[in-house]
Nanobody, 123 residues
Framework: QLQLVESGGGLVQPGGSLKLSCAASGKTFNYNSIGWFRQAPGKGREGISCISSGGRTNYADSVKGRFTISRDNAKNTVYLQMNSLKPEDTAVYYC?????????????????WGQGTQVTVSS
């Protein structure tokens, strides 16, 4: 079974940058779509970005132009580069794998989830 572990979160000032990693083990995800989601206090889970097995990407309007998703299939790892961070980006960030769809979507229907990593943007 596929296991996912997120890392790279932390405390950063507004305007700063962080790079999150999602490492898979137990099984390759080279043929799957991968999504990044986040959940802020008191809010529902939000899909922010995804990348298909072929490398096509989607972004939520809230992060478009600031965040970049990428994947390294040789390392079985997906990344989320976050620039120009804002206080409203504060949330727990999760990566997830979709084993069904060929094209990635920003819905909440994914099969495997990581434990999450906290991102806090504050001055």
């Amino acid at each position: 079974q596929l296991q996912l572990v997120e890392s790279g979160g932390g405390l950063v000032q507004p305007g700063g940058s962080l790079k999150l990693s999602c490492a898979a083990s137990g099984k390759t995800f080279n043929y799957n779509s991968i999504g990044w989601f986040r959940q802020a206090p008191g809010k529902g889970r939000e899909g922010i970005s995804c990348i298909s097995s072929g490398g096509r990407t989607n972004y939520a309007d809230s992060v478009k132009g600031r965040f970049t998703i990428s994947r390294d299939n040789a390392k079985n790892t997906v990344y989320l580069q976050m620039n120009s961070l804002k206080p409203e980006d504060t949330a727990v960030y999760y990566c997830a794998v979709d084993t069904v769809r060929a094209m990635c979507v920003l819905t909440d229907s994914y099969d495997f989830w990581g434990q999450g990593t906290q991102v806090t943007v504050s001055s």
